[in-house]
């Protein structure tokens, strides 16, 4: 490793604030969670001789995985997928729980000494670019002191997730106010939350109201799933027993790298089914949750979306327990629309009534790409949601801004992942180059489409705010590793679409 990588860069770089100078690294990652820290591995991995600071809102690494923590919080996808490509994960559960999962990102960036190079407590609230200067100012507030501080960078890099961090999704329910029972958003558990013996009503139907209904049920008096419409549901074993099997016979790397090609393609396979065949998997998906529930159970109603498998993301049920839960009578689903919030509980359209000491309104996720950070370039302000995103990495006509944004219907990481890679690739090609910038300026006849093709509601509702993708290369979207495996890995940097150039150069031009 690079000795300027060795040293702490507490005492190399101080935080600069009012006047002072402001200090310098090539590259700005912002955020320090799976996407933050595997992208700092990466840097250092390729490109040992580039400084860099992570810039982290909160006060600890995870991100996701540390901000969390309902009940039973757990991933939905197989950790040979979620997992970093560079680090195998090396426990038996394949669907991993949050704690484990933030053991396994934390102690990745404490070996590879990442720690040192991340600046807690600083959100950032702006970004400006200068292309005369070839670099980004990038002003954080700390959250301790409320002091605005400055650095610059060659290189902004945003890791910041795709949600809004202070709050929760939460429809606007009539009489909401009126309800006299504990109101809890999963974003944000309260520590001291006694449930025992308590009436619990969870609103959603998603990944999150799936997890948490089977675990507050193995203690609470009663458990209500309030769903608006159902949800596709498959069950599959928290352990996968081929990964099992291999890890004890082969080493960890090579049987962590069989496994999750495995899953890759498995999962694309699946993928691909249910987008040419959808009556097929949705008949094999109703048969899976119909094997597992009471005989005569309602699944037309509870189980049955309207909506064809993969139009929205699916729901793992690991071992069963949301089926088992429901079959042992400790949890009940309930399909119907809130008329409104009383103070007893719940009323729905239909005049049915339920009773609730606590209700959890698992409602979803605000969508924000990029944080809430205001971005100049060469002091015109930049509104994302107009451009065309280039590669799933870079916006049209913004230099030096790549940033992370995992599948929708594959685990973040696979592409979080390849991202780093060819971001790592592009400023080795640049250096070699002589470049000082990076810019793929949009074609006028790019037909525009949306960013994600997800009915789901928190898609639907981000829209606005989310950059478009274009018809075709390289600003299509393929949410499909193989083929971002080959354009992100093997695909040329110099596509004859981005445009690398140098200060001096542009300076010359434009004089
Ligand atoms: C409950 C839940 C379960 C999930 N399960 C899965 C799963 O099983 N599989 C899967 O593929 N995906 C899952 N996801 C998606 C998940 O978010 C990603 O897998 C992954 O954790 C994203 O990592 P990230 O580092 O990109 O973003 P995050 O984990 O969101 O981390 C972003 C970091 O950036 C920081 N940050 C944000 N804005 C700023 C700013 N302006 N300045 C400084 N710091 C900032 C935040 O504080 C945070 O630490 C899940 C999401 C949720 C909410």
Redesign the pocket.
Same mark, same amino acid.
Do not use: K, N, P, Q
């Given at each position: 490793m690079d000795s300027r990588l060795q040293q702490p860069i507490d005492t190399e770089i101080e935080t600069a604030s009012g006047g002072g100078p402001v200090p310098h690294v090539d590259v700005i990652l912002?955020? *320090?969670?799976? /996407?933050?820290i595997g992208a700092a591995w990466h840097l250092q991995d390729r490109c040992p001789d580039r400084t860099y600071l992570i810039?982290?809102?909160?006060e600890a690494i995870g991100?996701?995985?540390d901000l969390?923590r309902y009940p039973g919080?757990r991933?939905? /996808?197989d950790m040979y997928t979620?997992g970093f490509s560079f680090r195998p994960w090396r426990e038996a559960k394949a669907i991993a729980d949050g704690p484990s999962i933030l053991s396994y990102v934390r102690d990745t960036a404490r070996e590879a000494e990442i720690n040192r190079n991340i600046r807690f407590r +600083? +959100?950032?609230k702006r970004a400006d670019w200068s292309s005369a200067e070839a670099r980004w100012t990038v002003e *954080?507030e700390r959250t301790d002191s409320g002091e605005r501080v400055r650095f610059t960078c060659n290189w902004l890099h945003m890791?910041?997730?795709y949600y809004n961090?202070a709050e929760g999704y939460l429809p606007d329910f009539p009489a909401m106010d009126s309800f006299q029972g504990r109101l809890i958003h999963p974003q944000f558990w309260p520590e001291d939350l006694d449930y025992t013996g308590k009436k619990v009503v969870v609103i959603g139907s998603g990944?999150?109201a799936v997890t948490i209904v089977p675990e507050m049920a193995k203690d609470a008096g009663h458990v209500v799933m309030l769903q608006r419409s159902p949800t596709y549901m498959v069950s599959r074993p928290s352990e996968d027993g081929i990964a099992n099997w291999l890890r004890k016979r082969l080493p960890a790397k090579l049987a962590y790298d069989i496994v999750r090609w495995k899953n890759v393609l498995l999962q694309l396979f699946f993928f691909q089914l249910a987008r040419k065949r959808p009556e097929k998997v949705k008949e094999k998906i109703l048969e899976g949750v119909r094997d597992l529930l009471p005989p005569g159970y309602d699944i037309a109603t509870h189980f049955t979306p309207r909506y064809n498998p993969w139009d929205q993301r699916l729901c793992l049920v690991p071992d069963a327990d949301m089926f088992e839960a429901i079959t042992k009578g400790s949890a009940e689903i309930v399909t119907g629309e809130i008329e409104s919030f009383t103070p007893a509980g719940l009323l729905l359209k239909d005049g049915r009534t339920l009773d609730a000491d606590i209700v959890v309104t698992a409602t979803g996720?605000k969508l924000q790409l990029l /944080?809430?950070?205001a971005f100049t370039v060469d002091g015109e302000a930049h509104n994302l949601s107009k451009a065309l995103t280039y590669r799933g990495m870079m916006f049209s006509d913004v230099p030096n801004l790549s940033y992370?944004f995992?599948y929708t219907n594959a /685990?973040?990481t696979l592409k979080?992942d390849l991202t780093s890679a060819y971001l790592c690739r592009m400023l080795n090609h640049m250096k070699t180059k002589g470049a000082d910038m990076a810019m793929d300026s949009r074609e006028p006849d790019v037909e525009e489409i949306p960013f994600l093709d997800f009915t789901s509601g928190y898609v639907k509702r981000a829209l606005d705010i989310l950059p478009k993708q274009g018809a075709r290369k390289p600003w299509k979207l393929h949410q499909n590793y193989a083929l971002d495996l080959a354009s992100l890995r093997y695909g040329k940097i110099e596509d004859g679409v981005i445009e690398f150039s140098r200060a001096s150069v542009r300076a010359k031009e434009a004089a």
């Open positions: 912002v955020g *320090a969670g799976l /996407s933050g810039l982290e809102g909160r991100g996701t995985w969390f919080i991933s939905d /996808s979620l +600083h +959100h950032v *954080a890791c910041s997730g961090y990944a999150t996720l /944080s809430d950070v992370s995992g /685990s973040w979080a």
